[in-house]
C-alpha cells in the first residue's frame, strides 16, 4: 500500500461535527409573521444528483421539525427535480405550519445559453414583486443567475462545484452579498484527487471536461492541477462540450468518444460533473476504460460508484450536505442575513467502492482499502 493511504484512512475514520459551529444561530421553526415562509426553486438545467440532494435538504428541514415526518418519492427520471417539486408543493405544504413549496416558482433554463438569460429575468422579476420569501438555487448557472444586486431575496446556492472560483461568492468568508449562502468544501476535490492517487499510485489521469470558464470549474481543474504539480502525475486532458452540446445525446456520445481516446493513453479516469453523465448512459460510457482495465474514480459521489465507478467519496445520501442547508435555511427564517452564515462545509471522508467493477478491471483492493470503506456495493446497479 502506497505512502499516504495511512494519512487518508486516519481521515476516514475521524468523525466530523459541525453542530456546535452553529449554536449561536437559531433553527427553532417559527412562520412569517403569522403566514408560511414562501419558497421557490431554480436550477441552471437537469443533474441527476439535484433531486437526491433537494431530497436531503428536505429531510434536513424534518430533522429540525419544520416540515412533518413523511416518506419522500422516487420519480422514475433521477435527473428530474420538477416532478419533485409539484409533488412538495401539493403534499408537504400539508405537513408544515412554517414553509410553503410555491408551486409555479419552480425556475429551469435547461441547460440552454439561449434560454437562460429569460429564466433569470422572468425569475428575478417574480422575486422582486415580494411574492417569494427564499430560493433553493442548484448548481453553478444558478448561483451565478442569481447571486448579485438584482434582486434581495435570500437564496440558498446547493450543489455547485466551486462556488468561489465561479464567482458566485467573493470569498471562503463572506458570499459578498446579504442575501446570498453557499456551501463550500475548500479542499474536497484535493483530498478527492490524492485519495485515488494513494490508492492507485497512477502515472496519467484522463479527465474529462468542457474547456471553458464553466466547464473547468465544474470540473475543478485547477484543483487537480495542484495535486498532480505536487505528486508529480500528468494530467490527459480530453474536451466534451456542456452547454454549447446540440442536445444531452451530443454530450454523451462526446464524453463517450474522450473515453476511447483515454482508455488507450492513461492508467486511471477521474469522473467529472458532466451534462452528458446520467444514470442510464453511465454504464456505456464505462466500458471502453473497463476493457481496458481503467480504475475510475467519480467526482460526484457514491452514486455513480453503485452504477459503476470503482471509487468515491461516500456521501450517505448527501445527508450531511442536507442538514448544512437546511440549517442555514432554517438560521435566515429565525432573522440571521444569509450572509453572516458560515460558508465551509467538510463532509465525513469516507470511501466507496464496487467489487464488481473492481474485479472487471482485476483490481484487488488492499485489506486496509475495504476496512476504511463505509460504502461497498457487490454489483453494478442499471438505471431503470
Known amino acids: 500500500m502506497r505512502k499516504g493511504v495511512c494519512l487518508i484512512i486516519l481521515l476516514v475514520i475521524t468523525a466530523f ?129 442569481l447571486a448579485n444586486n438584482d434582486h434581495s431575496t435570500p437564496i440558498e446556492v446547493i450543489s455547485a462545484s466551486d462556488p468561489l472560483g465561479a464567482k ?62 505536487e505528486r508529480g502525475f500528468k494530467i490527459a486532458p480530453c474536451y466534451a462540450q456542456w452547454a454549447e452540446a446540440n442536445s444531452d445525446e451530443d454530450a454523451t456520445n462526446q464524453v463517450l468518444e474522450c473515453h476511447k481516446k483515454l482508455a488507450e493513453t492513461v492508467d486511471a479516469v477521474y469522473i467529472t460533473t458532466h451534462r452528458g453523465i446520467k444514470p442510464k448512459t453511465l454504464p456505456d460510457l464505462l466500458v471502453p476504460l473497463n476493457e481496458k482495465k481503467i480504475p475510475t474514480f467519480s467526482q460526484s459521489g457514491s452514486g455513480e460508484v453503485k452504477r459503476g465507478v470503482l471509487l468515491s467519496i461516500a456521501q450517505a445520501g448527501y445527508k450531511y450536505a442536507g442538514e448544512f442547508h437546511a440549517e442555514a435555511i432554517a438560521k435566515v427564517f429565525n432573522g440571521t442575513q444569509s450572509r453572516a452564515l458560515n460558508q465551509i462545509f467538510e463532509s465525513p471522508p469516507k470511501i466507496a467502492i464496487n467489487l464488481a467493477v473492481a474485479s472487471i478491471i482485476e483490481y484487488d483492493p488492499p485489506v486496509d482499502i475495504l476496512g476504511a470503506a463505509d460504502e461497498i456495493y457487490q454489483e453494478i446497479e442499471t438505471a431503470q
Not at 425569475?123 to 420569501?133: P, V, Y
Not at 497512477?202 to 484543483?223: H, M, Q, S, W
Request: no cysteine.
Open 168 to 229: 458566485i461568492v467573493k470569498s471562503f468568508d463572506d458570499s459578498g452579498y446579504d442575501h446570498v449562502h453557499a456551501k463550500i468544501e475548500p479542499t474536497r476535490y484535493e483530498i478527492q484527487v490524492q485519495l485515488f492517487h494513494d490508492i492507485i499510485g497512477f502515472n496519467i489521469l484522463g479527465v474529462v471536461y468542457d474547456d471553458t470558464p464553466e466547464g473547468r470549474t465544474y470540473a475543478a481543474i485547477d484543483k487537480i492541477r495542484t495535486v498532480a504539480k
Open 17 to 145: 461535527s459541525f453542530a456546535s459551529l452553529y449554536a449561536a444561530e437559531s433553527i427553532t421553526p417559527q412562520n412569517n409573521k403569522g403566514k408560511k415562509w414562501r419558497i421557490a426553486y431554480y436550477q441552471g438545467g437537469p443533474y441527476v444528483d439535484y433531486q437526491t440532494i433537494l431530497k436531503a435538504v428536505v429531510k434536513g428541514l424534518m430533522k429540525i421539525n419544520w416540515i412533518e415526518e413523511v416518506e419522500l418519492p422516487n420519480p422514475k427520471d433521477p435527473a428530474d427535480t420538477e416532478e419533485l417539486w409539484h409533488w412538495m408543493a401539493k403534499e408537504l405544504n400539508k405537513k408544515s405550519e412554517y414553509v410553503e413549496f410555491v408551486d409555479d416558482a419552480y425556475y429551469n433554463a435547461n441547460w440552454s445559453t439561449e434560454q437562460r438569460p429569460k429564466t433569470q429575468a422572468e425569475a428575478i422579476k417574480r422575486f422582486n414583486s415580494s411574492d417569494i420569501d427564499f430560493v433553493l438555487a442548484f448548481g453553478t448557472w444558478a448561483g451565478q443567475d
